[in-house]
């Protein structure tokens, strides 16, 4: 094998370049994958275009360590096993989760591992560089998860952005006489129909910009599908619902029009999720919360114990996948890819293959 590995590595907004660099060396507690597939995440996407939740406004507050290879959503190849990493061999197929908890902070010591006050993504820290690569080595504290042989390139690679979304329709706790908004479907977004369906609530509406996401959103289950830019959405679903807005809003677009939206649409009572993440600071009324409809809002942050039941899910069929990966790229073709993921309006997940 030789050596040196291409990786495509993040030095600035709007500053990536492939390059070779060492393949990995590889620790007793530690795996070295071939990368098989790495999805492009939203978060890959505004990291690229410079969004200051990645990049700051100073190195105080940067997120990235940068260079750094990116890449969070990787199926990989064990092709080298580290000598206390006997329940692994040459071959098997894995995916990691994205976090690489710390293990010693109050919350892994909980076992809320995915709330670690370390927040190392794969990707963005330099000791956990991602799967924008040849190779990728897991940090020994990786939560590492086996795949089934029966499972395609892409599903593996579904599994990380569908766990992200199985988390956010958890902290929702739907019913079965909720009306459900979900905004923002991309490939998590549409998904989500698809998991909410799972929870038989009355009525699955979904939002977006792009008629071909809308397509999906009802292929993959929504009863209906509002275009914000072809109608005023607030009050298509306030018809829907005879006059009191929707039960649950759960927010994957990362777009801060969509915040309002949701507020605005949501009835009193009404249970708001905040799953996207936004380039930028967003603002709000946040008298809607309190004054207005006593609303309850929470966050949904990476995907909490949720890997496990999505790779069964997609095995037993009632997780989806089809037409979630809409175009895959080599590495080398990386700039069209990015390109294909924030403008192709048929863009789902988009997926490099090293």
Known sequence: MSKKMKALLSYAPYDNRLEEVDIPAVGPEELLLKVKGCGICAGDVKSYYGGIRIWGTSEADRYIEAPVIGGHEFLGEVVVSGDKMTGYKPGDRVVA?????????????????????????????????????????????????????????????????????????????????????????????????NLAKLCLPKMIIGVDVKDFRLDMGKKYGADCVLNPVKCNAEEAIKKLTGGYGCDVYIEASGSGISVSQGLNSLKNHGRYVQMGVFAEEVKADWNVIGDGKELTIKGSHLSALTFSSVIQGIESGLIRTEGLISHSFSLEDWKEAFEAAERKPEAMKVMLVP
């Open 97 to 193: 989760e994205q976090i690489v908890p710390c293990r010693e902070c109050e919350f892994c010591r909980q076992g809320k591992y995915w709330m670690c006050t370390g927040s190392a993504v794969y990707g963005f820290k330099q000791h956990i560089n991602g799967g924008f690569a040849e190779y990728i080595k897991l940090h020994k504290n990786s939560i590492i998860h086996k795949i089934p042989e029966s499972f395609t390139t892409e599903q593996a690679v579904l599994v990380e952005p569908i766990a992200c979304g199985m988390h956010a329709v958890e902290m929702a706790g739907i019913k079965h006489d909720d009306v459900v908004v979900i905004a923002g479907l991309g490939a998590i977004g549409t998904s989500m129909i």
